[in-house]
């Protein structure tokens, strides 16, 4: 067992995290497993997908799942409850960038509307798509994954800094929607953090996040999954509607 796995007990919870294929939801996914909890990931990097769900044992199942396919998100948000018996959790994970390194004046309807259809449209569909069997659980946890770009206004980003302002504020409105059925919803803002998607980001981004942090060090995936996992358990019941930065201190909320 890791850290996280001693500070939170996931025993018995049946969560579904979106885009875990790779990076941040892969970490998760295993984070979620070592602290005793089933997982569903579900993604379109459909090889990645299965074999990460094969490395990590029994507990963990892949499913396909786009998330601008409005029908998709439902029947596999309905298959993942299916195979878990359930679901307690939610992670709203999958998400894309495409308008990195980019000025807004050379964005173009087509990206702008790709990235919102799957930064917020996606959550917002698989969140309704979950709701039911949140509800049943008795003790429903919704996670968002946002961006603390959109605390800082981070330039050359609008596209995805946008959706991800978006995200928090999807947050607090799902938070008092779904309250009355026991279900929280919060989101955790993460800082620039290593993993394959950020490879492409330049240095001069990198080294700006390593001067602003108070803790001054590369952030990684596993800084990340302790949050996340404190807002999926029972341990977080009366966190509700509430935007968790994880990023060393670039951003102070
Ligand atoms: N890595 C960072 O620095 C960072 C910082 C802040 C927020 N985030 C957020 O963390 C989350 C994970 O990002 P990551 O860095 O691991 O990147 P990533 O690209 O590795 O992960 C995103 C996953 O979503 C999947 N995905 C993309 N489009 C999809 C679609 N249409 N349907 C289903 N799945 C789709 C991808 O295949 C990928 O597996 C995202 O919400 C991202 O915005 C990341």
Do not use: C
């Amino acid at each position: 067992m890791n850290a996280t796995a001693n500070v939170v007990a996931m025993s018995g919870r049946r969560v579904l995290v979106t885009g875990g294929a790779r990076g941040l939801g892969a970490a998760f996914a295993q984070a979620l497993v070592q602290a005793g909890a089933r997982v569903v990931i579900t993604d379109i990097l459909h090889e990645q997908g299965q074999a990460l769900a094969l490395s990590l044992g029994s507990a963990v199942h892949y499913l396909p799942m786009d998330m601008v396919d409005p029908s998709a998100v439902r029947s596999s948000v309905d298959q993942a409850a299916q195979w878990l018996g359930g679901l307690d959790g939610l992670v709203n994970n999958a998400a894309i960038t495409n308008s990195g390194g980019k000025d807004m004046q050379d964005i173009d309807l087509a990206t702008w509307d790709q990235v919102m259809a799957v930064n917020v449209r996606g959550p917002w569909l698989a969140t309704v798509a979950a709701h039911p069997h949140l509800k049943a659980s008795g003790s429903g946890r919704v996670v968002n994954i946002a961006s603390d770009t959109a605390l800082w206004g981070a330039p050359r980003l609008m596209a995805y800094v946008a959706s991800k302002g978006a995200v928090i504020s999807m947050t607090r409105s799902m938070a008092r929607e779904l309250g009355p059925d026991g279900i929280t919803v919060n989101a955790i803002a993460p800082g620039l953090t290593l993993v394959e998607a950020t490879a492409y980001i330049p240095q001069h981004r990198h080294d700006l996040y390593m001067q602003g942090r108070a803790l001054q060090r590369p952030q990684v995936p596993e800084d990340l999954t302790a949050a996340v996992l404190f807002l999926l358990s029972p341990a977080s019941g009366f966190i509700t509607g509430q935007l968790l930065p994880v990023n060393g201190g670039f951003v102070m909320h």
